[in-house]
């Protein structure tokens, strides 16, 4: 939305929002679009499956409480991120702890939690079990299976191979029988193959042979799937050239497995837990221009934001081929693109790109560069600490 020649966030004039917020650089989540985005999902998939929030995507803990209201649980990885969880008003039994590195005390802090643990390896499930017997607490696990096939056409793989994620999926019936005899709350299976995916064919896949493989593993657990957890792996677009996600047709498909899945077992909740597809295409980043220069013919606007702050849109965060995300000037939305910009950031290091070569309105100092797809994998991502520049702040509106 425009006014004034202004982009609208939140309901806000730009201009108005750097005022309010004070400085530049800084991110707004616009909380109106995460809840469009939760209530479109929700029409599309099937009325009985849960929509889980993974926090990692965006830890911020005023939008991990809007997400609280909105979804059916948080997902979290770390200690750090279940303290913010913990704080909202989601209930224990629906926020859930993966990762494959986690410390005992972590563990602990789980346990004592309420919350259910993802168990990603045999020593880990072996450690879970003498923290209960010492605490007298009894544990939630889930097993999450790193399986056999991959997500495929996915843009980051965690299942299928070797991984370093969950246990093999050859190895459950042995694990499962071990669960039993430690006398853990066994409540069900978490499989996740994969993330940043466009292509729905590659989801709907994914999605049955989760929901297959639960099936085949269930003789072997020690009592009924309570949770399945299939994963996510729904994508947005973010460069020229992609299409949005048909998460219509990953719904339709999902239906029918999951009718499927009833008949044998009627108890199972179906699972999806979903970043970036949430928060994603809700957030901007907004930094300022401080420098205007040419040389050797091309314009370069240095601005007073960059990789430190926004990682991902410098192109450093897993991309092969640096690609722009789509930026624009954020208080001149009416004009022409009649200039063609690198915009880079304040750092030392040729790295500090936020668009190579991208024809925008001609903008002046003091002129607001806007990133946008940038919910998701953003500040939280970025290593704010690299040459010692002032931190942004972080809006939700
Ligand atoms: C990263 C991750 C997610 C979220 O992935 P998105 O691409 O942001 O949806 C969900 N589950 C697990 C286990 C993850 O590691």
Redesign the pocket.
């Known amino acids: 939305m425009i006014q004034d020649n202004n982009l609208i966030i939140g309901g806000i004039k730009l201009t108005q929002l750097v005022q309010r917020v004070g400085q530049t650089p800084f991110y707004a989540y616009d909380r109106q679009l995460i809840t469009n985005r939760v209530t479109e999902l929700r029409k599309q998939m099937p009325p009985e499956l849960k929509i889980h929030y993974?926090m990692?995507?965006n830890p911020m803990p005023a939008v991990v409480q809007h997400m609280a209201g909105i979804v059916d649980g948080l997902?979290l990885?770390s200690a750090g991120e279940m303290k913010v969880a913990l704080d909202t008003t989601m209930p224990k039994g629906q926020i859930s702890m993966?990762g494959p590195g986690k410390r005992p005390q972590e563990l602990m802090q789980a346990i004592a939690a309420g919350i259910t643990i993802n168990v990603e390896s045999m020593h880990e499930l072996e450690t879970i079990a003498q923290l209960c017997e010492q605490s007298g607490i009894q544990a939630h696990v889930a097993i999450r299976i790193n399986p056999a096939f991959e997500l495929k056409t996915s843009g980051i793989k965690?299942g299928g191979g070797p991984k370093q994620f969950g246990i093999d999926e050859e190895r459950l019936p042995e694990v499962l029988k071990r669960v039993n005899g430690l006398g853990l709350d066994f409540n069900g299976f978490h499989i996740?193959s994969g993330?940043?995916n466009l292509k729905a064919e590659s989801i709907i896949e994914a999605q049955q042979n989760s929901i297959d493989l639960a099936i085949s593993l269930s003789e072997y657990c020690p009592s009924p799937i309570q949770k399945l957890n299939i994963?996510?792996?729904?994508g947005i677009p973010y460069f020229p050239g992609e299409s949005p996600l048909d998460t219509q047709q990953v719904g339709d498909a999902l239906a029918k497995s999951m009718a499927k899945l009833k008949t044998s077992h009627p108890q199972t909740a179906v699972i999806i837990?979903?970043?970036?597809?949430l928060i994603g295409e809700a957030g901007i980043y907004v930094c300022q221009v401080i420098e205007k220069k040419i040389s050797r013919g091309q314009v370069f606007l240095v601005v007073n934001g960059g990789l430190h702050h926004h990682l991902a849109a410098s192109g450093n965060f897993g991309q092969v081929i640096r690609k722009n995300y789509p930026v624009t000037i954020g208080n001149k939305m009416n004009a022409l693109k009649n200039e063609t910009v690198n915009i880079v950031g304040p750092l030392c290091t040729p790295l500090d790109i936020l668009a190579n070569k991208m024809e925008l309105p001609e903008a002046e100092i003091g002129d607001l560069v806007v990133v946008f797809q940038s919910g998701?994998y953003g500040y939280s991502a970025s290593p704010k600490d690299f040459l010692s520049q002032p931190m942004a702040i972080e809006v939700l509106v």
Not at 231 to 234: E, I, N
Not at 273 to 277: D, T
Request: hydrophobic letters at 35%.
């Open positions: 993974a990692k995507a997902d990885a993966a965690m996740y993330s940043q994963g996510g792996g729904y837990e979903l970043g970036r597809y998701a």
